[in-house]
Every structure is written in structure tokens, then in C-alpha cells.
């Protein structure tokens, strides 16, 4: 298992390392500090940096095919030659894309407190971040907006804990997604906490205070099908919106 170092620290971004799988998937590390896509979350691109300075790079993130692997997929698949099982790396993710992707997941978790329906679909890339929601109600672009600029402006502090398995199946309510379920298999599952606002399971990379999202739009709000509603959310300060 590859030891999973954005769990507990999003804010890290490089970290030395050990290769222990070569295939034609990518390579695989003794630890990361790339997130890998779930949870809606697009996964972390990157380098890996070998011990005579040539940086490899890495075009995707994704799990391998078991629990606890993490797989970098590499931008150019014949630099696998280069990365040899018990080589040294360095690795480094791409840190303009990480901050929008804390910065995103982040507001889908204030958007949930706005709108209390449940979750049937989400995206989060670095570009833009969008929620389905199974309600049949239409929604207020204006009202949204506001109550997210609300919920910024506040400054509501985000932290993180761990609760096993048994304690999130006896409050199920705490799931909000239809379509994404908790990550499971390690006997604990971790629950963000934005302080006041919104508490639900989550594996994904936060900010660590709502104020650091910063200026958002709603790009678009559709009618997907009768019983779902889409919200698209953009950055103010890209020139989206």
C-alpha cells in the first residue's frame, strides 16, 4: 500500500520516495503526495524527479486495482525504462491545479449546506466544479450565489477526522451522495467538518478555511432530467462568469 500523505496534509506538496511497481499502468511510490481521481475529485498531475535532476512527468492519478494502490500515470510511457523498482524520486505535484481542486471541493461542500438534497453526480477539476442534485424544485442562480459568497466571506474554519466503519453505518445520514460512496477498506473513514456549515464523509483535498475559496460564480444551473438539477460553479477571479 502506498502511504497516502494529501490524506492527512493537502497543503504538502512534494515528497521523497521509493518506486515499488513498474507496469504498463504507470509506477507506483512507497508514499505520495498525489491525489488520485475519486470521489469526483480529477486526480493530481505532477513530476517525479530521479536522483541525477531529469523530472519524469505525470499526466494522471488514478487507484490501481487493489486497495491502498495509487498509480502516476506518466505523461511519456517510455520513461518507464527510467524508473526501476528500489529507485529514488523525488515527487512533486502541480501546485496551481491542487489549489483549485482544494478550492473547488471545498465550495461543492458549502453548496451542499445551500441546497439539501441528495447528491446523484459530481466533477471537480481545476477549471470548474459541478454537483447534481436529485430534487425536482428549480434553483435561484442569485440566491445561490449569494448564500456562497456568504459562506466565504464567513470564514468558517474546515477541519478533518477519522470515524471507523461501524460509527458511519449507525449515522447514515451523514452520507449525502447517491453516486459517490465513502472510501472503505482501511476500517475508518474520514469525515470533514466545515465548522457550522456542513459534515460529511469525504477523502478528497480541502482548504483549510472557507475564505480561502475566494470569489465564485454559478456558471450554469440545468434541468438534466426530472429529478435532477445541475450546478456549475466557476472562479470569479478567472474571468469565468
Known amino acids: 500500500m502506498t502511504e497516502e500523505l494529501f490524506r492527512e496534509d493537502a497543503t504538502r506538496v512534494e515528497c521523497d ?30 513530476e517525479l524527479v530521479l536522483a541525477d535532476g531529469r523530472a519524469i512527468a505525470v499526466a494522471d492519478t488514478r487507484k490501481g486495482e487493489t486497495p491502498g494502490e495509487i498509480v502516476h500515470v506518466l505523461a511519456d510511457a517510455d520513461d518507464r525504462a527510467a524508473l526501476a523498482v528500489g529507485a529514488a524520486v523525488h515527487a512533486r505535484i502541480d501546485v496551481a491545479r491542487r489549489r483549485a481542486h482544494m478550492r473547488f471541493h471545498t465550495a461543492t461542500h458549502l453548496l451542499c449546506a445551500l441546497v439539501p438534497h441528495p447528491v446523484d453526480g459530481c466533477s471537480i477539476t481545476a477549471e470548474y466544479a459541478r454537483l447534481d442534485f436529485h430534487m425536482t424544485d428549480p434553483l435561484d442562480k442569485a440566491q445561490l450565489e449569494a448564500g456562497l459568497e456568504r459562506l466565504v466571506a464567513e470564514a468558517h474554519p474546515v477541519s478533518q477526522r477519522w470515524i471507523s466503519d461501524a460509527e ?20 475508518r473513514v474520514r469525515l470533514l467538518e466545515i465548522d457550522g456549515v456542513d459534515l460529511q464523509p469525504c477523502g478528497g483535498t480541502h482548504v483549510a478555511n472557507t475564505a480561502e475559496i475566494g470569489a465564485l460564480v454559478v456558471r450554469k444551473i440545468e434541468k438534466k432530467s426530472a429529478s435532477t438539477r445541475r450546478v456549475v460553479l466557476a472562479f470569479r477571479d478567472v474571468g469565468q462568469g
Request: net charge positive.
Open 17 to 46: 520516495a521509493v518506486v515499488t511497481a513498474v507496469d504498463e499502468r504507470g509506477v507506483q511510490l512507497t508514499r505520495t503526495v498525489f491525489y488520485p481521481h475519486g470521489g469526483g475529485q480529477a486526480g493530481d498531475r505532477g
Open 168 to 187: 458511519l453505518d449507525a449515522n447514515p445520514g451523514l452520507v449525502r451522495s447517491m453516486s459517490v460512496q465513502p472510501p472503505r477498506g482501511t476500517g
